[in-house]
């Protein structure tokens, strides 16, 4: 089992282009989290979904951010017309069931220029 | 609001020594989890150790413990012989058990001195 893969590993995107960052849960895995690490901090909440679904997006902001997990295929986290404060790590978890414990992938960095 | 707080940004242990990260959340839930994550410079989140609320039994792994003092609300780890490899961020974190969302602490930057 290769784990919850995430790709990019890095990732420098322009102010105004868009940022798109892959997941891959672990294999069985149907639950994938969403966080946002900011510098020297603790990991935020941003999104969490199974497949198809989005179960809660509370700590999505409302604009430039979205996120899917589609029946096939990786989930995707899409921020249009990234700006300097969206650089940040963002990293991706998933999980067989709600019960149990979160396997986080390694990140994606995103720097904005 | 539920709230993680560590309140020691860095701290250094001598190797093979035993340090002591110090934890403190604030719920007004009774069922729960609290973790521990190491993040090396890798920046891979490990999950060092997971304890249940209702649990009164200190979880234990290997050369990590925890305290765990419910009504304080307190949660510290305790690494023991300390080893080169324990240099990492470590993150309290928490999560209930109605909820899907872990909060996160600030961190604890540990260095281990050779």
């Known amino acids: 089992n290769a784990g919850v893969m995430q790709n990019p590993r890095h990732l420098v995107r322009r102010r105004g282009q868009e940022a798109r960052l892959r997941c891959s849960p672990m294999?069985?895995?149907?639950?994938v989290y969403w966080y946002r690490q900011l510098p020297e901090e603790g990991l935020k909440f941003m999104v969490y979904l199974q497949k198809e679904n989005i179960i809660d997006e509370s700590g999505m902001p409302k604009e430039r951010f979205s996120a899917e997990f589609p029946k096939e295929g990786p989930s995707i986290l899409r921020i249009q017309q990234v700006v300097r404060g969206d650089s940040a790590a963002y990293f991706c978890?998933?999980?067989?069931?709600?019960?149990?414990?979160?396997?986080f992938g390694s990140g994606t960095r995103l720097t904005v220029v | 609001a539920q709230t993680v707080t560590q309140s020691q940004p860095e701290m250094s242990v001598q190797e093979a020594e035993t340090v002591t990260l110090s934890c403190t959340y604030d719920t007004s839930e009774s069922d729960y989890y609290l973790f521990w994550y190491k993040q090396p410079p890798s920046r891979q989140m490990i999950l060092v150790i997971r304890?249940?609320?209702?649990?009164?039994q200190n979880a234990t792994e290997n050369r990590f413990s925890v305290n765990f003092q419910k009504a304080a609300k307190s949660f510290s780890l305790k690494i023991s012989d300390s080893q080169l490899g324990d240099a990492a961020m470590y993150f309290c974190a928490y999560r209930t058990n109605r909820d899907d969302k872990i909060i996160f602490g600030k961190g604890t930057r540990l260095h281990i001195l050779p």
């Open positions: 978890a998933s999980s067989p069931d709600r019960v149990y414990g979160y396997t």
């Open positions: 304890q249940e609320a209702y649990k009164q």
């Open positions: 294999k069985g895995h149907s639950h």
